[in-house]
């Protein structure tokens, strides 16, 4: 069976779907693969230059030296022994010129989550100053998340979109509909409920992962800063997110 991967914007609760799917005893687990190229090395995407995202991007733990081409046959290449293959990728390493021929050696799905959500989880990490946390506003990434979606639908497959919220709420229906749509057999029991952990892939980015690390469910921890004015570039990119996902959230699964 190809290899599953599910595509997210950044703080959108895909680590802890990630940490579910560990659970699953016929899988293999990655963890944001195409990080590494869309950072560095030949297919590196251009950035504007920015003191604290250049700062933290330069002390992660990501390899030098990687290709989008050579990130989609090491991923091709953990398939057998009777596992399948999962790979949590955020939409940010979207890059359709290096990736749009390989869009059908793969099973493609979706996490969503509100962008206001989103943006209230990286200011709140970014007050935190991890060693590798930084707030880019670009890297939400929904336009890309959509550019995905387009080109999976356009190849006759069917869109299998979660949202987060529904995900929290309801999450053996969810993930078992999920596990359903991606052939995948389903233990709620395993993939419901785990004990804390930081698997090593998760080093790469240190800081980005607590709340996942110290999770043992699909429970959003309690914040206070949830009715804080949000500063006015947040609102004015709110705006572009909403359209992206009220578009998404209409096509999510249903349970």
Not at 40 to 51: C, L, N, S, V
Request: net charge negative; aromatic share 10%.
């Amino acid at each position: 069976a190809k290899p599953i991967i599910l595509w997210a914007p950044p703080r959108s609760c895909s680590t802890a779907f990630e940490r579910s799917v560990m659970q699953h005893p016929d899988t293999t687990v990655l963890h944001e693969t195409f990080a590494d190229p869309f950072y560095f090395g030949e297919d590196a995407k251009p950035r504007t230059p920015d003191e604290e995202a250049d700062a933290a991007i330069a002390q992660s733990g990501l390899a030098r030296d990687k290709t989008y081409d050579g990130v989609v046959e090491e991923i091709l290449g953990f398939g057998g022994a009777g596992k399948r293959v999962f790979t949590k990728e955020l939409s940010t390493f979207w890059q359709e010129e290096k990736l749009v021929n390989h869009m059908d050696k793969f099973t493609h799905t979706f996490l969503i989550r509100h962008p206001e959500k989103i943006l209230r989880s990286y200011l709140r990490l970014q007050k935190k100053e991890g060693k590798t946390t930084f707030f880019d506003v670009n890297e939400v990434a929904y336009k890309e998340l959509m550019e995905i979606a387009a080109l999976v639908k356009s190849s006759g497959s069917d869109l299998v979109i979660v949202d987060a919220d529904d995900l929290l709420a309801n999450p053996q229906a969810v993930v078992g509909r999920w596990c359903e749509l991606v052939e995948l057999d389903f233990h709620a029991d395993l993939m419901t409920k785990w004990e804390p952990a930081k698997p090593k892939t998760w080093d790469k980015w240190d800081g980005w992962h607590e709340d996942a690390a110290k999770s043992q469910s699909f429970k959003a921890p309690a914040h206070s800063d949830e009715e804080d004015e949000l500063p006015d570039f947040v609102k004015e990119a709110l705006k572009d997110f909403m359209v992206t996902y009220t578009a998404l959230y209409a096509q999510r699964i249903k349970v």
